[in-house]
């Protein structure tokens, strides 16, 4: 018995997960932020490593990405998907150490938007005058393909539906072996759009959220294309999620107001949590 503890350390050195895991490696949304206030639940925006099947996929390049651990650092290639590429979901991108890498191949996925390719969006960032170095000139290999409705990346089926939100923006859920993550960021649940989104999601082992404002900013937030904490935590408990991670957190609430907000939610639907930065959640 004694034998098989150095073949599972060898395991997790060379990054093979024991595991289907999600790690949080930015869940803060619109800007990112720093300080004493924001410690608990992070600064870095939006980007999320799910392991599954043995296979990476990254969602969103916020500047959570600055943070890829070292298992994905080592893979020869990865898969990143863009929910959308506003800028908060794609500074990450052109300073991830994994582009830096000579012979690490990224494939790159985003649905047509505006008229421009998945590869036409990220030269909006990946090009003078915002940015001085292009895809091409980075020492990775980039490969852009345009969104599919379903698609798979290796064994992880991944299934797309629309969400509402300005420009538009993908929502996904990925599944394999049994295990399954939704993804829904920058999304209004409209009250058109909650029943599908529900159903979209339903008995997820994980569903990762958009819940960027309380009840009371509401009001004057209603149009800028996110969703209320409260209604985040209706939409898993109507999915039946087995755990439910709200994300996108407005850059301007702190650690001690999301972690109120956190203990009222979790007085309603146990299940729901705001995610953490660096969080890893085990499937």
């Not at 938007?113 to 980075?138: F, I, M, T, Y």
């Not at 993550?181 to 009250?191: G, K, R």
């Given at each position: 018995m004694d034998?098989?503890?150095?073949?599972?350390?060898?395991?997790?050195?060379?990054?093979y997960?024991?595991t289907?895991?999600?790690?949080?490696l930015?869940?803060?949304?619109?800007?990112?932020v720093?300080g004493?206030?924001?410690?608990?639940?992070?600064?870095?925006?939006?980007?999320?490593?799910v392991?599954?099947?043995?296979?990476y996929?990254?969602?969103?390049?916020?500047?959570?990405?600055?943070?890829?651990p070292e298992?994905?650092?080592?893979r020869?290639?990865?898969?990143?998907?863009?929910?959308?590429?506003h800028?908060?979901h794609?500074?990450?991108?052109?300073?991830?150490?994994?582009?830096?890498?000579?012979?690490?191949?990224?494939?790159v996925?985003?649905?047509?938007?505006?008229g421009?390719?998945?590869?036409?969006?990220?030269?909006?960032?990946?090009?003078?005058?915002?940015?001085?170095?292009?895809?091409?000139?980075l020492?990775?290999?980039?490969?852009?393909?345009d969104?599919a409705?379903?698609?798979?990346?290796?064994?992880?089926?991944?299934?797309?539906?629309?969400?509402v939100?300005?420009?538009?923006?993908?929502?996904?859920?990925l599944?394999?072996?049994?295990?399954?993550?939704?993804?829904i960021?920058?999304?209004?649940?409209?009250?058109?759009?909650?029943?599908?989104?529900?159903?979209?999601?339903?008995?997820?082992?994980?569903l990762?959220?958009?819940?960027?404002?309380?009840?009371?900013?509401?009001?004057?937030?209603?149009?800028?294309g996110?969703?209320?904490?409260?209604?985040?935590?209706r939409?898993?408990?109507?999915?039946g999620a087995?755990?439910?991670?709200?994300?996108?957190?407005?850059?301007?609430h702190?650690?001690?107001q999301?972690?109120?907000?956190?203990?009222?939610?979790?007085?309603?639907?146990?299940?729901?949590?705001?995610?953490?930065?660096?969080e890893?959640?085990?499937?």
């Amino acid at each position: 018995m004694d034998d098989i503890f150095p073949v599972l350390t060898q395991c997790w050195k060379r990054g093979y997960e024991l595991t289907d895991q999600v790690l949080i490696l930015g869940a803060r949304g619109s800007v990112p932020v720093s300080g004493e206030d924001f410690i608990k639940f992070g600064g870095a925006t939006t980007c999320v490593l799910v392991r599954l099947a043995d296979t990476y996929v990254i969602l969103d390049a916020g500047t959570g990405m600055l943070s890829l651990p070292e298992d994905a650092l080592s893979r020869p290639s990865l898969t990143l998907l863009f929910s959308h590429t506003h800028v908060d979901h794609l500074l990450g991108l052109p300073v991830c150490p994994y582009v830096l890498r000579p012979g690490a191949e990224l494939t790159v996925c985003a649905a047509p938007r505006g008229g421009l390719s998945a590869h036409e969006q990220a030269l909006k960032l990946l090009a003078p005058p915002l940015w001085p170095v292009g895809d091409r000139e980075l020492p990775a290999a980039f490969r852009f393909l345009d969104m599919a409705d379903s698609f798979s990346v290796g064994p992880i089926r991944v299934d797309t539906m629309e969400g509402v939100h300005p420009g538009g923006v993908t929502l996904f859920r990925l599944s394999a072996g049994g295990k399954s993550v939704v993804f829904i960021t920058d999304c209004t649940l409209t009250p058109a759009l909650f029943p599908r989104a529900a159903d979209f999601a339903r008995d997820c082992d994980l569903l990762l959220v958009d819940g960027q404002y309380s009840d009371e900013e509401w009001p004057t937030r209603e149009f800028f294309g996110h969703s209320r904490w409260t209604d985040a935590a209706r939409l898993g408990e109507a999915a039946g999620a087995k755990r439910t991670a709200v994300i996108h957190h407005d850059p301007w609430h702190t650690d001690r107001q999301l972690e109120a907000a956190e203990a009222a939610l979790k007085r309603v639907y146990p299940r729901c949590a705001f995610a953490r930065e660096k969080e890893e959640i085990n499937l």
